[in-house]
């Protein structure tokens, strides 16, 4: 089935500082999608992208949808240590149609004040 | 309004028992997914349902598996004689229906299962 590889797997950074993170895919996505998940809670959607090559930002995080449809990147600027979290990317075939989506395996952030 | 309402929060049963994990979709959605999570994974898709209806079951497991979305009451994701592979977050998105965006679909707080 279809694989969404999430690069790296975990980031140590300062407060401050920039972070950039990836998703790629062996297959076509119409829909990609950042969350981020707290401990013990479930994922909240931060960025929603569905069109290739679109660059959407949400205050400090922005997203890019690849023009080849087969990956996204997240970037977070000027970090603070409420980002701490797993953020996960997902992919869609139904363009947003559905919400069966196709998770990555995460990338832990960890911010030091 | 409250958002998507999944209980119990943490769930253990025995070897053998079955597990009943409930999700409260938001208000007004009609449509519900559920999720499995294991520890240090990503969410993998079981299941999207709508009322009395089950549209995709692409992602359950074969056997012990089962879901309802009922006309009245929450939806419910069933695990018979559960086994320790079963542990893991079950979370549950609920949405508007077909042809809405992902903006508008929400998750739970997830049900933590283990099974000792």
């Known amino acids: 089935g279809q694989q969404l590889n999430q690069s790296p797997q975990s980031m140590f950074i300062q407060e401050g500082e920039d972070v950039s993170m990836n998703c790629t895919s062996s297959?076509?996505?119409?829909?990609w999608l950042w969350y981020k998940q707290d401990p013990g809670e479930g994922p909240v959607l931060l960025i929603a992208?569905?069109?290739?090559?679109e660059l959407t930002s949400n205050g400090r995080l922005t997203a890019q949808f690849g023009i080849t449809r087969k990956d996204s990147f997240l970037n977070i600027s000027a970090s603070i240590p409420s980002d701490v979290g797993i953020y996960f990317c997902a992919g869609d075939n139904y363009g947003g149609a559905t919400n069966k989506l196709i998770f990555g395996t995460g990338t832990l952030l960890a911010v030091q004040p | 309004n409250a958002g998507v309402m999944q209980n119990p929060r943490h769930l253990v049963r025995r070897r053998g028992q079955e597990a009943r994990l409930r999700c409260s979709p938001m208000k007004g959605h009609s449509h519900v997914y559920w999720y499995r999570q294991l520890p240090e994974e990503g969410l993998k898709f079981m299941v999207y349902?709508?009322?009395?209806?089950?549209?995709?079951e692409s992602g359950m497991p074969k056997e012990r598996f089962s879901a309802e979305f009922p006309k009245e009451g929450p939806s419910i994701l069933r695990i018979q004689q559960v086994v320790r592979g079963d542990s893991a977050a079950y979370f549950c998105?609920?949405?508007?229906?077909?042809?809405?965006?992902?903006?508008?679909?929400?998750f739970g707080q997830g049900t933590r299962l283990t099974v000792v």
């Open positions: 992208l569905y069109k290739a090559g």
């Open positions: 297959s076509i996505f119409n829909t």
């Open positions: 998105a609920s949405s508007p229906g077909i042809g809405t965006l992902n903006t508008e679909a929400f």
């Open positions: 349902l709508q009322k009395e209806n089950i549209i995709d």
